[in-house]
Every structure is written in C-alpha cells, then in structure tokens.
C-alpha cells in the first residue's frame, strides 16, 4: 500500500476513520492534530511526531521504531503491542494512558508524565526514564532492567512484584509506594526516598542504598544481602525476619525500627543507632 501523506492522514483522523496496515514511514507529523485517531498495525518508523496531539489514539501492534514524539501529547491514550524500540517520548504528556503488551528497548522517557498511568505486561530494557513521573500509576507485571531512573518521581506507585534489576534510581521518590515482593538486585538507590512503603519481601541483593530514606517502611522479610547501606535512614522501619546479612550499614539509623528475627550475620553497623529498636 502506498505511504500516506500528512493531510490524508490528518482527514482520516478527522472523518473518525481507523487507519489499518498503513505505512507511515518517516512521515513528518510534527504538531499533527491526531486526537481519538485508531492506529492498527500501521509503520511509523522514524516517523517525526513532536509535539503532536494523540490525546485519546489508540494505536494497536503499531511499528515506531526510532519514532521521534517528544513533547507530544498521549493523555488517555492507549499503545498495545507492536515495536517501539530507541523510540523518543521524552517530555511527553502521557497521563493516565495505558500501556500493554511492549518491549521498551532504548526507549526514551526521559521527563515523560504517565502519573496515574496503566502499564501491564511492560518490559524496558536500558530505556531513559530520568526525571519522569508515573505518579499513582499501576504496574502489573513489569520489568525495567538495567534502565536510568534516576530523580525518578513515583509516589503512590502499585507495583507489586515490579523488577527493577540493575537499574538506576539515584534520588528517586517512591513515598507511600506498594512494592510488594518487588526485585531491586544490584539497582542504585543512592539517596531515593522510599518512605511509608510496603514492600514486604522485596529483594535489594547487593543494591546501593546509601543515604536512602526508608523511614516507617514495611519491609518485613525482605532480602539485603551485601547492601551498601551506608547512612541509610531506616527510622521505623519494620524489618522483622529481613535478611541484612553481610551489609555494610556504616552510620545508618534503626531508631525506633523493628528487627526481631532479624538475620545480621557479617553485616557492619560501625556508627548506626538503634535508639528504641525492637530486636
């Protein structure tokens, strides 16, 4: 089928007509008024999107490799299925848009608003999320490996079992997040906030978690093996029957904290106060 041009596929949109296996290659839709339009297995490949309004589109096993949407507008949308990979959203409005079925590969999310989004089924791999919010938004079996999320803003998160392996979180705000039995192995959470959590049998193997703030955090079973702690504020916490062993919790404070069947066998607590513990 022949490549589409901006204004057929700007009318298609406007007289409320679906765009089915279209090639959409490279086209330039830059600023591109394309709200409530329906996308299905068409080619954006390279296509230039930036700054254009996809508030309510549905796009459904669509191909955007290299796809640049900086700056465009995606509320409510819904993106299932197709190819994304080294896709560019950076800056984008994206709130509580749902996202299902997609490989994130390279993808850049970098500033990108998704508060009070849907992801589900949802794997990033080396994806730029620094600086983005996902705010109150909804996780169901996700994964972000080795991804940069550092300053990260995602308070209120729902992302039980959520994988985060190798990922960068560095100042990160993840307060009052559900993280249940969530995986945190070798990420770096150096001076994230992570208070009023529960996240009960999350795994930090290994993790860097200096000067972390894990205040009154429910982390009841969870595994610290050979974390780097260092100045960690773990005031409050509940770490009954957690793992710490090997750790280096030089400086951290347990104020007030809960370890009873705790395991801290080989951990260090040079300098860390326990005023009020429960062991």
């Not at 089915?20 to 329906?38: F, I, M, T």
Request: glycine share 10%; charged share 20%; proline share 0%.
């Amino acid at each position: 089928m022949a490549q589409m041009t901006r204004e057929e596929v700007e009318r298609h949109v406007r007289n409320l007509q679906p765009l089915r296996g279209r090639d959409l290659r490279e086209l330039r839709l830059n600023g591109a008024d394309l709200q409530g339009g329906v996308f299905e297995r068409c080619s954006l490949a390279g296509a230039r999107l930036v700054g254009a309004k996809l508030d309510g589109a549905i796009l459904l096993n669509c191909n955007l490799s290299n796809a640049t949407l900086r700056q465009a507008t995606l509320q409510e949308a819904m993106i299932k299925g197709g190819v994304m990979e080294s896709a560019d959203f950076s800056d984008t409005l994206m709130m509580e848009c749902s996202l299902s079925q997609l490989k994130l590969k390279k993808v850049r999310l970098r500033g990108a608003n998704l508060a009070g989004s849907f992801l589900t089924d949802v794997v990033a791999q080396l994806a730029d999320f620094q600086a983005a919010n996902l705010r109150r938004a909804l996780l169901l079996n996700c994964a972000f490996l080795a991804c940069v999320m550092d300053d990260f803003e995602a308070g209120f998160l729902q992302g039980t079992r959520t994988d985060f392996t190798g990922s960068s979180l560095n100042g990160a705000q993840l307060d009052r997040a559900v993280l249940l039995g969530a995986n945190f192995a070798l990420a770096r959470l150096g001076s994230a906030s992570m208070r009023g959590c529960l996240m009960n049998n999350a795994n930090f193997f290994s993790a860097d978690l200096r000067d972390a703030l894990f205040t009154k955090s429910n982390m009841e079973g969870c595994h610290l093996l050979g974390v780097n702690a260092e100045g960690a504020q773990l005031n409050g916490a509940n770490l009954r029957k957690a793992f710490l062993g090997e750790g280096n919790f030089t400086g951290a404070v347990f104020d007030g904290a809960h370890l009873t069947e705790a395991n801290t066998e080989g951990a260090v607590f040079k300098g860390a106060s326990f005023e009020g513990t429960q062991r």
